[in-house]
């Protein structure tokens, strides 16, 4: 087990995945070695990530025009490196489908 950081979302998402028994992840994981891109949580030996898009609400950062160009560069960079990612809302983390659609996506891959 590994201290939790993250915002609120991120946080929750990593209680809820050590206490499941999902361990092996990194969060703000450096996914590519030139480019400062981050996964919120990843299981770098699986290839598989969740980001939480708790920031498009807000129009500011991730939610300004520029934020969602960076984040479709990113998306778009992840998956023709060979990682599959989910995407969930703050909202989709506390009520649990976050961890479920991770826990498929997991067994999936192993």
């Known amino acids: 087990m590994h201290a939790v950081v993250g915002n609120e979302a991120e946080q929750i998402l990593a209680y809820q995945c050590q ?3 999902l361990n092996g992840f990194k969060q703000n994981f450096r996914f590519h070695l030139t480019r400062k891109f981050e996964i919120d949580l ?3 030996d699986h290839k598989v990530g969740v980001e939480i898009d708790g920031g498009i609400f807000n129009g500011k950062a991730h939610g300004s025009v520029m934020g969602i160009l960076r984040d479709m560069e990113k998306h778009n960079l992840l998956l023709v490196s060979g990682w599959r990612v989910l995407r969930y ?3 989709q983390v506390r009520n649990g489908e976050a961890l479920e659609g991770l826990k498929q ?3 999936s891959s192993t």
Do not use: I, Q, S, V
């Open 105 to 107: 996506l997991l067994r």
């Open 19 to 21: 206490a499941d028994g």
């Open 42 to 44: 990843a299981w770098p």
């Open 89 to 91: 809302t703050p909202t």
